[in-house]
Protein backbone atom coordinates (compact mmCIF):
# COMPACT_ATOMS: atom_id res chain seq x y z
CA UNK A 1 0.00 0.00 0.00
CA UNK A 2 1.63 3.28 -1.41
CA UNK A 3 -0.22 7.14 -0.37
CA UNK A 4 1.24 10.22 -1.80
CA UNK A 5 0.17 13.29 -0.99
CA UNK A 6 0.42 16.67 -2.47
CA UNK A 7 -1.54 20.40 -2.90
CA UNK A 8 0.23 21.78 0.03
CA UNK A 9 1.70 25.34 0.22
CA UNK A 10 2.10 28.70 1.31
CA UNK A 11 -1.42 30.61 1.52
CA UNK A 12 -2.82 33.69 2.89
CA UNK A 13 -5.30 33.50 5.81
CA UNK A 14 -8.58 33.29 4.23
CA UNK A 15 -7.15 31.22 1.17
CA UNK A 16 -7.83 27.71 -0.06
CA UNK A 17 -5.98 24.75 -0.72
CA UNK A 18 -7.07 21.21 -2.48
CA UNK A 19 -4.80 18.11 -0.65
CA UNK A 20 -4.63 15.03 -3.27
CA UNK A 21 -3.99 11.57 -1.47
CA UNK A 22 -3.22 9.28 -4.46
CA UNK A 23 -3.63 5.07 -3.18
CA UNK A 24 -1.95 2.41 -4.67
CA UNK A 25 -1.81 -1.05 -3.73
CA UNK A 26 -5.35 -1.65 -2.59
CA UNK A 27 -8.61 -2.29 -3.81
CA UNK A 28 -8.96 1.53 -3.01
CA UNK A 29 -13.05 1.36 -3.01
CA UNK A 30 -13.50 -1.24 -0.35
CA UNK A 31 -11.29 0.91 2.22
CA UNK A 32 -11.95 4.44 4.48
CA UNK A 33 -9.86 7.04 4.71
CA UNK A 34 -8.67 10.19 6.70
CA UNK A 35 -6.97 12.80 7.04
CA UNK A 36 -4.69 14.15 9.89
CA UNK A 37 -2.65 16.96 10.51
CA UNK A 38 0.61 17.51 13.01
CA UNK A 39 2.51 20.43 14.16
CA UNK A 40 5.67 19.69 16.01
CA UNK A 41 5.53 18.87 19.21
CA UNK A 42 1.71 18.40 19.45
CA UNK A 43 0.32 15.13 18.79
CA UNK A 44 -1.16 14.27 15.03
CA UNK A 45 -4.83 15.28 15.06
CA UNK A 46 -7.66 13.31 13.30
CA UNK A 47 -9.07 16.12 10.37
CA UNK A 48 -11.74 14.18 8.38
CA UNK A 49 -12.98 10.76 7.52
CA UNK A 50 -14.62 9.55 4.65
CA UNK A 51 -15.94 5.76 4.39
CA UNK A 52 -15.30 3.82 1.69
CA UNK A 53 -17.95 4.08 -0.50
CA UNK A 54 -17.86 8.35 0.22
CA UNK A 55 -21.27 8.23 1.48
CA UNK A 56 -20.26 9.22 4.90
CA UNK A 57 -17.73 11.45 6.16
CA UNK A 58 -16.92 13.41 9.50
CA UNK A 59 -15.02 16.18 10.63
CA UNK A 60 -13.36 17.94 12.84
CA UNK A 61 -15.13 20.53 14.87
CA UNK A 62 -11.81 22.72 14.72
CA UNK A 63 -12.39 22.33 10.57
CA UNK A 64 -15.89 22.32 10.12
CA UNK A 65 -17.59 24.25 7.84
CA UNK A 66 -14.33 24.66 6.30
CA UNK A 67 -12.92 21.77 5.00
CA UNK A 68 -14.70 18.85 3.11
CA UNK A 69 -13.34 15.17 2.58
CA UNK A 70 -14.18 13.65 -0.54
CA UNK A 71 -13.10 10.78 -3.03
CA UNK A 72 -13.00 9.22 -6.45
CA UNK A 73 -12.74 5.71 -6.19
CA UNK A 74 -12.07 5.82 -10.05
CA UNK A 75 -9.18 7.86 -9.79
CA UNK A 76 -8.01 6.14 -6.34
CA UNK A 77 -7.83 9.54 -4.79
CA UNK A 78 -9.39 11.37 -1.81
CA UNK A 79 -9.40 14.99 -1.48
CA UNK A 80 -9.09 17.45 1.78
CA UNK A 81 -10.92 20.95 0.10
CA UNK A 82 -9.95 23.61 2.51
CA UNK A 83 -11.62 26.63 2.39
CA UNK A 84 -11.14 30.16 4.67
CA UNK A 85 -7.72 28.72 6.19
CA UNK A 86 -6.49 30.08 9.51
CA UNK A 87 -2.64 30.68 10.64
CA UNK A 88 -3.90 27.68 13.13
CA UNK A 89 -4.36 25.42 10.01
CA UNK A 90 -0.74 25.25 9.52
CA UNK A 91 0.74 22.10 10.01
CA UNK A 92 1.75 18.99 7.74
CA UNK A 93 -1.37 17.13 6.71
CA UNK A 94 -1.27 13.16 6.48
CA UNK A 95 -3.54 10.56 4.45
CA UNK A 96 -4.27 7.44 6.24
CA UNK A 97 -5.75 4.02 5.68
CA UNK A 98 -6.34 1.00 7.21
CA UNK A 99 -5.63 -2.61 5.46
CA UNK A 100 -4.93 -5.09 8.58
CA UNK A 101 -2.71 -2.15 9.55
CA UNK A 102 -2.36 1.46 9.62
CA UNK A 103 -0.52 3.16 6.27
CA UNK A 104 0.07 6.47 5.99
CA UNK A 105 1.52 8.87 3.78
CA UNK A 106 4.90 10.74 3.81
CA UNK A 107 2.80 14.83 4.29
CA UNK A 108 2.14 17.58 2.85
CA UNK A 109 2.72 21.18 4.55
CA UNK A 110 0.43 23.47 4.49
CA UNK A 111 1.69 26.81 5.49
CA UNK A 112 -1.02 29.76 6.12
CA UNK A 113 0.56 33.14 6.96
CA UNK A 114 0.15 36.79 5.40
Known amino acids: VQLVESGGGLVQPGGSLRLSCAAS???????DMWWYRQVPGKERELVA?????????YSADSVKGRFTISRDNVKNTVYLQMNNLKPEDTAVYFC????????WGQGTQVTVSA
Open 96 to 103: CTYVNRYY
Open 25 to 31: GLGFSNY
Open 49 to 57: HIDNSGGNS
